[in-house]
Structures are given as C-alpha cells and as structure tokens.
C-alpha cells in the first residue's frame, strides 16, 4: 500500500509521531494537505508533497506555512 493512499487522519498521526513520507497533492484536497503539514510542522518531521504543480503559490504557500519548514514539494 502507498502511504499516500492511507487515511488523512492515519497521516496525521504518523507525522505527529515522528515519521516522514511522501504524499500526493492529486490525492488530497488542499485542507487535508495543509492539516497533515501542521502535523509534520509541530513535531519536526519531514513531508514530502509530490504532483505539487496542481494548486497555485497561494495554496502552496499556505500548506508551507502549516508546515513551519518541515514540507518539501516536488512534480
């Protein structure tokens, strides 16, 4: 199983535990994306958001900002 394709809230808490991983804009809405980078913020971890390229600056601004330096985007 991807762990993109897991549950937001099964992501959150990973993030909230510690742990890193990849997950993909196409799957999540932005709201989703921007509480899983508040999670990864607030404990350090690192989230890697791929297929980035779909929302515009001000969305991915405001998930970076969730994610007080702890996301990372990519395509």
């Known amino acids: 199983m991807n762990i993109s394709s897991r549950a937001v809230d099964d992501l ?3 993030a909230t535990a510690g742990g890193g991983f990849r997950v ?8 989703n994306l921007i509480r899983i980078a508040a999670a990864a913020g607030a404990k350090g971890s690192r989230v890697t958001v791929v297929g980035a390229s779909i929302h515009g600056t001000d969305s991915l601004v405001r998930i970076a900002a969730a994610g007080n330096g702890a996301v990372e985007f990519v395509d």
């Not at 993909?24 to 709201?31: C, G, I, S, W």
Request: charged letters at 25%; hydrophobic letters at 45%.
């Open 12 to 14: 959150i808490r990973i």
């Open 24 to 31: 993909d804009a196409t799957v999540h809405t932005l709201d």
